[in-house]
């Protein structure tokens, strides 16, 4: 019974357009021609590889003396802020790389990496199916792309309903990201495990290791960020340290992730009523659903795992953000080619800028 409802919702799912444009064809011989002439590998090298080991150290180093040197409380809360920073670049270029499997050329290194989100107390298989196949094909298609989908408390494409609160949601939403990774380990990961969809999209079947991975990192993950340090430095320093922490994880993984989506300019194409097809070929609209920020500026683009260059990366989540930058130049030059627009902001600031003027614009309009 089961797999027959799996099987009617995938059906149900929208389709793209055959669409006469050649954008997507001529987009990859222009990257594959790159790399052949260059002899490049895809996947990453020594400098992402480096940068991993010096934030698996800055992990350690930052948690040992946290719990085990606990610092006067000013120098601590500071250490809590790097801590939480840290998380997240592990997270933007170890796991996120890892999960696509373009961290490296071998498969279990990538497992490996992809695997840090559990000990981080997410979860690597229900990360792969909400963000690999179902955000990664369906970007801002509402109904699919649990991304978008914040509701009651946010409306971030207008296909959705708005409600009175949400004319102050450009202000209130920064205490909303400042949760997400509090929510994140504690409750999505388990709504999704147990009802085994993400959002209305059915998951792929779990197998016993995934279970046994599920709970056993989940434990993990209490005992590392929980139980130990309540056991070293007492429960209140434990938690005013744990909220810190979270909280910057989940502003700095929040914000980079919206800017590349809910920003003014971007699409949110609806599939068609009698067709179900969108009315793109898959690339373009990965295009237009989709912009960039800051990619000049090298130390976002390290911090930030080359996040700031998502056009590239939905285009291409098989490469490793650490080719985007030459890569951006053969999308940007394909898309003007082709007459499809390249979204892009120049800072950071002006794609935050951008994202609260969206979000204030779907509030008040109806």
Same mark, same amino acid.
């Given at each position: 019974m089961h797999q027959f409802l799996v099987k009617a919702l995938i059906m149900q799912m929208p389709k793209f357009s055959n669409s006469p444009h050649t954008f997507h064809a001529d987009l990859k011989k222009r990257i594959n021609s790159y790399f052949d002439q260059t002899g490049k590998s895809m996947t990453g090298n020594f400098a992402l590889y480096l940068k991993a080991a010096v934030l698996g150290i800055s992990f350690i180093g930052l948690y040992v003396h946290l719990v085990f040197f606990t610092p006067p409380v000013l120098f601590a809360l500071v250490e809590c802020i790097l801590f939480g920073c840290v998380i997240s670049a592990i997270g933007f270029n170890v796991m996120h790389d890892g999960g696509h499997g373009s961290f490296s050329k071998s498969k279990l290194i990538n497992q490996m990496a992809a695997l840090s989100l559990s000990v981080l107390g997410g979860n690597s298989f229900i990360w792969h199916n909400k963000h690999n196949i179902i955000h990664h094909s369906y970007t801002n298609v509402d109904g699919v792309d649990d991304d978008i989908n914040i509701q009651p408390f946010m409306r971030m494409s207008s296909s959705q309903k708005r409600l009175k609160?949400?004319?102050?949601?450009?202000?209130?939403?920064? *205490?909303?990201?400042? !949760?997400?990774? %509090?929510?994140?380990?504690?409750?999505?990961?388990?709504?999704?495990?147990?009802?085994?969809?993400? *959002?209305?999209?059915? !998951?792929?079947? !779990?197998?016993? !290791?995934?279970?046994?991975?599920?709970?056993?990192?989940?434990? #993990?993950?209490?005992?590392?960020?929980?139980?130990?340090?309540i056991y070293v430095v007492g429960f209140g320093t434990w938690l005013i340290g744990f909220l810190v922490t979270t909280v910057v994880t989940g502003l700095l993984i929040s914000i980079v992730f919206q800017l590349a989506h809910t920003v003014e300019h971007v699409s949110f194409p609806t599939a068609n009523i009698d067709t179900n097809k969108i009315e793109?070929?898959? =690339? %373009?609209?990965?295009?237009?659903?989709?912009?960039?920020?800051?990619?000049?500026?090298?130390?976002?683009?390290?911090? #930030? *795992?080359?996040?700031?260059?998502?056009?590239?990366?939905?285009?291409?989540?098989?490469?490793?953000?650490?080719?985007?930058? =030459?890569?951006?130049?053969? #999308?940007?030059?394909?898309?003007?080619?082709?007459?499809?627009?390249? %979204?892009?902001?120049?800072?950071?600031?002006?794609? %935050? =800028?951008?994202?609260?003027?969206?979000?204030?614009?779907? *509030?008040? =309009?109806?």
């Amino acid at each position: 019974m089961h797999q027959f409802l799996v099987k009617a919702l995938i059906m149900q799912m929208p389709k793209f357009s055959n669409s006469p444009h050649t954008f997507h064809a001529d987009l990859k011989k222009r990257i594959n021609s790159y790399f052949d002439q260059t002899g490049k590998s895809m996947t990453g090298n020594f400098a992402l590889y480096l940068k991993a080991a010096v934030l698996g150290i800055s992990f350690i180093g930052l948690y040992v003396h946290l719990v085990f040197f606990t610092p006067p409380v000013l120098f601590a809360l500071v250490e809590c802020i790097l801590f939480g920073c840290v998380i997240s670049a592990i997270g933007f270029n170890v796991m996120h790389d890892g999960g696509h499997g373009s961290f490296s050329k071998s498969k279990l290194i990538n497992q490996m990496a992809a695997l840090s989100l559990s000990v981080l107390g997410g979860n690597s298989f229900i990360w792969h199916n909400k963000h690999n196949i179902i955000h990664h094909s369906y970007t801002n298609v509402d109904g699919v792309d649990d991304d978008i989908n914040i509701q009651p408390f946010m409306r971030m494409s207008s296909s959705q309903k708005r409600l009175k609160l949400h004319k102050y949601q450009h202000v209130y939403f920064w *205490g909303l990201y400042a !949760m997400l990774y %509090i929510l994140w380990i504690f409750i999505l990961d388990y709504n999704k495990y147990f009802r085994r969809r993400v *959002g209305d999209v059915p !998951m792929k079947k !779990m197998g016993i !290791m995934d279970h046994f991975n599920f709970w056993i990192f989940k434990v #993990v993950h209490a005992f590392i960020f929980i139980a130990l340090p309540i056991y070293v430095v007492g429960f209140g320093t434990w938690l005013i340290g744990f909220l810190v922490t979270t909280v910057v994880t989940g502003l700095l993984i929040s914000i980079v992730f919206q800017l590349a989506h809910t920003v003014e300019h971007v699409s949110f194409p609806t599939a068609n009523i009698d067709t179900n097809k969108i009315e793109n070929e898959w =690339a %373009i609209h990965q295009v237009n659903t989709t912009a960039n920020f800051a990619t000049h500026n090298r130390l976002v683009s390290w911090l #930030v *795992g080359g996040l700031n260059f998502q056009i590239e990366h939905h285009l291409f989540p098989k490469i490793s953000h650490i080719h985007y930058p =030459a890569v951006s130049k053969i #999308v940007r030059q394909t898309c003007a080619d082709h007459g499809i627009q390249y %979204i892009e902001f120049a800072r950071v600031h002006k794609a %935050i =800028a951008s994202h609260v003027t969206y979000l204030k614009h779907l *509030g008040q =309009a109806s």
